[in-house]
């Protein structure tokens, strides 16, 4: 079974890259989110490291979170990266239709949530005694999708690594994205 987290954040424009590649915290670390579990509303926090091992080149970027194994990816992921708050990530989104619908709204500023589709793995789950919180230790992360409510507040897509300098914002803006990074 997958399962699937979302959660959104503001955007900056970096200014490196060639335009087509997704920043961002992908995951909160002790981040609280009510899901359904099996068919069961619990809270879920993910602890510092759960996504150890995890090959950032077998993790692709989809639109939304894949139906079948007939859903298409839109990118793949490019780095994955263990910080203090969150694993942040980086995302190459492919020059398709709909990789571009997506770049395009990243560039308007329209916030765009993260969610995580995982497996759970042996082990890789505590539970509290009476089933209703679980902290995942461990996860093997599937795929990542763009998403417009994500379930994990305060993250998300905050940036696009852009190549021209027509598409950067404001100084101010720039100062607080490389101080965060």
Same mark, same amino acid.
């Not at 995951?27 to 150890?52: C, Y």
């Not at 992921?77 to 395009?104: F, H």
């Not at 539970?127 to 992360?141: E, H, I, K, N, P």
């Given at each position: 079974? /997958?399962? @699937?987290? *979302?959660? @959104?954040?503001?955007?900056?424009? &970096? ?26 509303? +619990?809270?879920? @926090?993910?602890?510092?490291? $759960?996504?150890? =091992? ?6 692709p970027l989809t639109a939304t979170h894949p139906?079948?194994? !007939?859903?298409?990816? /839109? ?8 910080? $203090? ?10 020059? @398709?239709? /709909? =990789? ?8 308007? !500023? ?5 969610? +995580?589709?995982?497996?759970?793995v042996p082990g890789g789950s505590r539970w %509290? ?13 599937? *795929? +990542? ?5 994500? $379930? ?5 897509? /905050?940036g696009v690594r852009g190549a021209s300098r027509? $598409? &950067? ?9 490389? %101080?965060? =990074?």
């Amino acid at each position: 079974m /997958i399962h @699937t987290r *979302h959660f @959104t954040g503001t955007l900056a424009i &970096r200014d490196n890259g060639d335009g087509r590649t997704l920043v961002g915290p992908l995951l909160p670390w002790g981040t609280e989110a009510r899901v359904v579990d099996q068919g069961r509303l +619990v809270t879920e @926090t993910f602890q510092r490291g $759960a996504l150890a =091992g995890t090959d950032p080149a077998l993790v692709p970027l989809t639109a939304t979170h894949p139906r079948d194994a !007939g859903t298409l990816p /839109i990118g793949v992921t490019v780095e994955l990266e263990e910080r $203090a708050e969150a694993a942040w990530g980086a995302w190459r989104v492919s020059d @398709t239709m /709909i =990789g571009n619908e997506v770049l395009a709204l990243a560039r308007d !500023g329209v916030p765009l949530g993260l969610s +995580v589709g995982f497996a759970e793995v042996p082990g890789g789950s505590r539970w %509290s005694a009476d089933r209703q919180r679980v902290t995942r230790t461990s996860a093997a992360l599937d *795929h +990542v999708a763009v998403v417009r409510v994500p $379930a994990y507040a305060g993250a998300g897509v /905050i940036g696009v690594r852009g190549a021209s300098r027509e $598409a &950067r914002p404001t100084p101010v803006l720039l100062t607080l994205w490389r %101080s965060r =990074g």
